[in-house]
């Protein structure tokens, strides 16, 4: 009799191990699925340059045409941008031909927003880049752009997050952008909370737990 008693003891209690060690697990999925953040996907959406459209034949008009989109995939995470800084190079060198900057923002989970700008430009040698597109080939050009997010999680928002991405895009002789789609802003920036993350220390205990009993 008090060996049944004693036996039904451990069950007992392992069941009671179990139940929160799952229970935990559970706990913990569901706050890294509420604490994971996406950083948001920029790109070029258009550009012009009427200096290199032959059909103008001429570089007087130096401004540019941009249009960058900001896209917030997170589905229920909003993002406050601070001031943007773009930089617009030619021939992806170090030649700067423009710079401006950007309103900080807010923007709500899962909006697109997009900001269209002409800027002036300085120091491109529109002469070597009208030779470019008159060749029949495409004149080089790349945006960069700086900025620093964060990230608005129910009632309250996370650390200052630096973010730095850029591309190159081609303009044809028309002083259009090449490709039609949007062309992606890309950085080696990695996400937020992408290290250890609370799913793999809830796998470990619940591991460690079976192991030891």
């Not at 139940?19 to 920029?42: C, D, Q, V």
């Amino acid at each position: 009799m008090s060996d049944y008693n004693n036996h039904s003891g451990g069950t007992g209690c392992f069941r009671c191990c179990f139940s929160f060690t799952l229970t935990l697990g559970f706990t913990s999925l569901f706050m890294w699925l509420s604490l994971h953040t996406s950083n948001p996907i920029l790109s070029i959406q258009d550009i012009y340059i009427p200096s290199l459209n032959k059909t103008l034949n001429s570089t007087s008009y130096q401004s540019i045409y941009i249009d960058l989109k900001f896209d917030n995939k997170n589905k229920d995470k909003g993002i406050f941008y601070h001031q943007s800084n773009i930089t617009l190079r030619y021939n992806n060198s170090s030649i700067v031909i423009s710079n401006y900057t950007l309103a900080g923002f807010y923007q709500g989970h899962n909006k697109k927003a997009r900001r269209k700008n002409w800027v002036g430009t300085y120091g491109v040698p529109w002469d070597e880049a009208v030779k470019v597109v008159d060749g029949g080939e495409l004149a080089v050009f790349r945006v960069d752009l700086v900025t620093v997010i964060r990230f608005k999680i129910l009632f309250w928002k996370t650390k200052k997050h630096r973010v730095v991405v850029g591309a190159d895009f081609q303009v044809n002789d028309v002083g259009k952008k090449e490709r039609k789609k949007g062309t992606r802003l890309r950085s080696g920036v990695p996400e937020m909370f992408s290290g250890k993350s609370p799913v793999g220390v809830s796998l470990l205990v619940v591991f460690s737990v079976f192991v030891l009993v």
